[in-house]
T-cell receptor
Framework: GAGVSQSPRYKVTKRGQDVALRCDPI?????LYWYRQALGQGPEFLTY????????KSGLPNDRFSAERPEGSISTLTIQRTEQRDSAMYRC???????????FGSGTRLTVV | DAKTTQPPSMDCAEGRAANLPCNHS???????VYWYRQIHSQGPQYIIH???NNETNEMASLIITEDRKSSTLILPHATLRDTAVYYC????????????FGTGTRLQVTL
């Protein structure tokens, strides 16, 4: 597609429920990144993939968070047993390679009630 | 990755050049300087990056000092649409994926 597509745009979930956030990167982009952004703060790195391989997951807050990119294209960020502190904007970005700029999607606003 | 220091906010009159400074005194030889901006609630937008030479593209110019300990992003003719938070990020090629955004500089362009 023309840009990085994220779905859903908004997600409200009850505490304890699992959520799956989807990212469809720009076609041909090798690298895919997940970030989380709290209000008034800069984006915080979560994890990234080159093709289908998860290269770095050091930013995932705890083991409730996981991500996959099984075919090297679409990626899913899953949060199990959501907590209120998980509420944030989750942003996905893709890139041709690490020396090139990232293109970010519009994000998914997650609210845990 | 080296840490960066930016002023929290700046103002610029429309039509004038906006010069946004960034200090990165602990930068190492294989680290690039990246600039992104974030307009309101949109996703961050890549602007430019460089290693040691000055760089220019259709959006901005990046001036890196000879010792590479600081840099300046220049928007030559700022418009109201350039009002945004500007992030200066330093990252090496091996871990460029882990861009650390910090809190950036909030640039307000005024009439």
């Amino acid at each position: 597609g023309a840009g990085v597509s994220q779905s859903p745009r908004y997600k409200v979930t009850k505490r304890g429920q699992d959520v799956a956030l989807r990212c469809d990167p720009i076609s041909g982009h090798v690298s895919l990144y997940w970030y989380r952004q709290a209000l008034g703060q800069g984006p915080e790195f979560l994890t990234y993939f080159n093709y289908e391989a998860q290269q770095d997951k050091s930013g995932l807050p705890n083991d409730r968070f996981s991500a996959e990119r099984p075919e090297g294209s679409i990626s899913t960020l899953t949060i199990q047993r959501t907590e209120q502190r998980d509420s944030a904007m989750y942003r996905c970005a893709s890139s041709v390679g690490h020396l090139y700029g990232y293109t970010f999607g519009s994000g998914t606003r997650l609210t845990v009630v | 990755d080296a840490k960066t220091t930016q002023p929290p906010s700046m103002d610029c009159a429309e039509g004038r050049a906006a010069n946004l400074p960034c200090n990165h005194s602990t930068i190492s030889g294989n680290e690039y300087v990246y600039w992104y901006r974030q307009i309101h609630s949109q996703g961050p937008q890549y602007i430019i990056h460089g290693l040691k030479n000055n760089e220019t593209n259709e959006m901005a110019s990046l001036i890196i000092t000879e010792d590479r300990k600081s840099s300046t992003l220049i928007l030559p003719h700022a418009t109201l649409r350039d009002t945004a938070v500007y992030y200066c990020i330093v990252s090496n090629t091996g871990t460029a994926s882990k861009l650390t955004f910090g809190t950036g500089t909030r640039l307000q362009v005024t009439l």
